[in-house]
């Protein structure tokens, strides 16, 4: 299995531990390296990072560096949205992920409820799913430029409620375009997630991206890393050898270091 995880949260943002118990529980689960990655602040969100805890997350991020480094690699790491303000000096790497989109003005989260994004399709794009589709992957594509991102996270995050009756056909030419061009957009500059995170908090049967999209990926040449998304320390490489199966089935190029 694949033993290391870049993509975890801690009390900084909207995860339940400290840093430090994040890094000591990688290293009783036998990781080689650990990557803490708290969400960047957000204008109009309450569960993300504060402006006043930035240089405070670095700066616990480094000590731990120095007090564990001989035992796992750590490393200082941030998940940024499109519309996330953050200073991207000091991090070690950067996740760009899609929570919100924008549509007549107004700010949609993607990732809240089925119920709050059927009624968003409806508001914003006047009950068109693929418009919302096509939307998110529009902002997909431009993560990379707008925040500095090196990852890609959760790449088809607008599939969280499929499980509870909420789909996309991916074979959808709108759809299908929509991601594509996200892929092509990013995929020279930046690596793939496939995150485990959905499976782990019971939305999701499988991992992001969907089978559909790993195979675009791999015919562009993508290169993935394997994330949990963990929110808790016990969720810490949760389903990595279901998805290192899942990756193996499609030829992907799975790295384990940044």
């Given at each position: 299995?694949?033993?290391?995880?870049?993509?975890?949260?801690?009390?900084?943002?909207?995860?339940?531990?400290?840093?430090?118990?994040?890094?000591?529980?990688?290293?009783?689960?036998?990781?080689?390296?650990?990557?803490i990655?708290?969400h960047?602040?957000?204008p109009?969100?309450?569960?993300?990072?504060?402006?006043?805890?930035?240089?405070?997350?670095?700066?616990?991020?480094?000590?731990?560096?120095?007090?564990?480094g001989?035992?796992?690699k750590?490393l200082?790491?941030?998940?940024?949205?499109?519309?996330?303000?953050?200073?991207?000096?000091?991090?070690?790497?950067?996740?760009?992920?899609?929570?919100?989109?924008?549509?007549?003005?107004?700010?949609?989260?993607?990732?809240?409820s089925?119920?709050?994004?059927?009624?968003?399709?409806?508001?914003g794009?006047?009950?068109?799913?693929?418009?919302?589709?096509?939307?998110?992957?529009?902002?997909?594509?431009?993560?990379?430029?707008?925040t500095?991102?090196?990852?890609?996270?959760?790449?088809?995050?607008?599939?969280?409620?499929?499980?509870?009756?909420?789909?996309?056909?991916?074979?959808?030419?709108?759809?299908?375009?929509?991601?594509?061009?996200?892929?092509?957009?990013?995929?020279?500059?930046?690596?793939?997630e496939?995150?485990?995170?959905?499976?782990?908090?019971?939305?999701k049967?499988?991992?992001?991206?969907?089978?559909?999209?790993?195979?675009?990926?791999?015919?562009h040449?993508?290169?993935?890393?394997?994330?949990?998304?963990?929110?808790?320390?016990?969720?810490?490489?949760?389903?990595?050898?279901?998805a290192?199966?899942?990756?193996?089935?499609?030829?992907?190029?799975?790295?384990?270091?940044?």
């Open positions: 299995m694949i033993k290391a995880d870049f993509h975890t949260h801690s009390v900084f943002s909207d995860g339940i531990n400290e840093p430090e118990e994040i890094v000591t529980a990688a290293i009783g689960k036998g990781f080689t390296a650990i990557g990655s708290d960047a602040y957000e109009f969100d309450s569960w993300c990072m504060k402006k006043r805890d930035e240089n405070r997350y670095r700066e616990e991020i480094e000590r731990l560096k120095r007090l564990y001989n035992r796992i750590v200082c790491g941030i998940e940024a949205d499109y519309y996330s303000e953050f200073d991207a000096y000091g991090y070690d790497y950067i996740i760009g992920s899609v929570h919100y989109i924008e549509a007549k003005g107004k700010i949609y989260s993607v990732d809240m089925k119920e709050e994004t059927e009624k968003n399709i409806a508001e794009f006047c009950g068109d799913r693929y418009a919302y589709a096509e939307r998110y992957f529009e902002t997909v594509g431009k993560l990379r430029e707008k500095g991102a090196r990852i890609i996270g959760h790449f088809d995050l607008l599939t969280k409620f499929e499980k509870q009756g909420l789909t996309f056909d991916e074979e959808n030419v709108r759809y299908k375009t929509a991601y594509v061009k996200a892929i092509e957009r990013t995929v020279k500059e930046c690596i793939f496939i995150n485990t995170g959905g499976i782990t908090r019971g939305y049967e499988r991992p992001y991206p969907s089978e559909r999209i790993i195979k675009e990926l791999v015919k040449g993508g290169k993935c890393i394997l994330s949990s998304d963990a929110h808790e320390k016990e969720s810490i490489g949760g389903f990595f050898d279901e290192e199966k899942f990756a193996n089935k499609y030829g992907v190029r799975i790295i384990n270091e940044i």
